[in-house]
């Protein structure tokens, strides 16, 4: 969990919001509550221990309803962060894959993961084309982030362009009077053009008066200017692409690495190294080697039902699909 270098500074109030700490607290509780016999075999003080170090970690988002998922923004990250972890491999691969299949493989993470935010991104990525569409998991995942972790602020922005799109601008108070009822009403005649797009530099206004008043996460103004100014005109979905594809709003969110570096996990590769030599040697498995590691990713496997302590030892680094897409190709 990233801290904030100023806390010291902020007031005790301040430090709780900022940090969700409250937040933590109740449901730690409430899982205790819950699970009660299960965690006090292994005594009280060790469990909160064992659940703040995985918030810390950001492990503790694994196999969470939706709900608790999306609440904080440390756990949005951590979850967009296990989702690469989990599934970089397909990247690697070059594997193209649909829509519904990017919604399966985030609702193994979540199981009530809803596919509404998965068809939002799909938007993005396909420029609000057919999303039936096959994408590359490069593409998917910066988007996918851009639409869960600001999905607020996307909301808040689809708003303003709609009213732009329609001849409203949401920072500008009118008087009526007789020419400007006149104005209103020619602009309302008009058929918009959502592939025009708006005027890049009143959409930047309006988004900076939102940001202003924004009580959500949203990405850097000194980002969204830039991008912004960078052409004359812009859509929606173009305008949210954008955002996805810059590197200092990614490097802000701190979730997913750089583009250039999205396939590389030396530790992963390391672990998966690790294993495969260590199948190579096996007198038994000569001429079995995939079978042989299959089994041994199958005793690895995390259930959902595992307790908090024994999630604990899960290694996202061999866990999920990554592995079995490795063995396959060898």
Same mark, same amino acid.
């Given at each position: 969990m990233k801290m904030n270098t100023d806390r010291f500074n902020l007031t005790v109030d301040e430090y709780l919001a900022e940090t969700n700490v409250?937040?933590?607290?109740?449901?730690?509780?409430?899982?205790?509550?819950?699970?009660?016999?299960?965690?006090?075999?292994?005594?009280?003080?060790?469990?909160?221990?064992?659940y703040f170090t995985s918030v810390k970690n950001g492990n503790h988002v694994l196999f969470r309803e939706f709900s608790y998922i999306k609440m904080t923004p440390h756990n949005r990250e951590s979850f967009i962060h296990i989702f690469w972890k989990c599934f970089r491999q397909i990247g690697k691969n070059g594997d193209l894959l649909a829509m519904s299949e990017y919604s399966s493989l985030l609702q193994l993470l979540c199981p009530d993961f809803p596919t509404e935010m998965v068809q939002n991104t799909a938007r993005i990525v396909l420029m609000d084309d057919a999303t039936d569409c096959l994408m590359s998991f490069s593409d998917f995942i910066y988007s996918f982030q851009i639409q869960f972790y600001y999905e607020e602020f996307v909301e808040s922005v689809s708003v303003i362009y709609e009213d732009l799109l329609s001849g409203k601008n949401p920072n500008t108070v009118i008087v009526p009077t007789s020419t400007s009822v006149e104005?209103?009403?020619?602009?309302?005649?008009?058929?918009?053009?959502?592939?025009?797009?708006?005027?890049?530099?009143?959409?930047? %206004?309006?988004? *900076?008066?939102?940001?202003?008043?924004?009580?959500?996460? $949203?990405?850097?103004?000194? =980002?969204?200017? %830039?991008?912004? *100014?960078?052409?004359?005109?812009?859509?929606?979905?173009? $305008?949210?692409?954008?955002? =996805?594809?810059? %590197?200092?709003?990614?490097?802000?969110?701190?979730?997913?690495?750089?583009?250039?570096d999205l396939l590389i996990d030396p530790e992963m590769d390391q672990e998966l190294e690790r294993l495969i030599a260590q199948v190579a040697i096996s007198p038994t498995s000569n001429n079995s080697s995939s079978s042989a590691l299959g089994q041994k990713e199958t005793s690895k496997k995390a259930s959902p039902r595992k307790s908090l302590h024994q999630r604990k030892r899960i290694e996202m680094e061999s866990d999920g699909s990554t592995e079995e897409t490795d063995s396959s190709e060898n």
């Open positions: 409250l937040f933590y607290l109740n449901d730690a509780v409430t899982q205790l509550l819950e699970h009660k016999e299960e965690y006090t075999q292994f005594g009280v003080v060790r469990y909160f221990a064992e104005q209103l009403s020619s602009a309302a005649n008009k058929e918009p053009d959502p592939q025009e797009g708006v005027d890049s530099s009143i959409f930047c %206004e309006c988004i *900076e008066g939102l940001c202003e008043r924004f009580k959500h996460k $949203f990405p850097s103004t000194v =980002a969204i200017k %830039e991008m912004l *100014e960078s052409s004359q005109r812009v859509s929606f979905y173009g $305008f949210l692409m954008a955002l =996805a594809k810059h %590197e200092g709003v990614n490097q802000d969110i701190g979730a997913l690495p750089n583009k250039s």
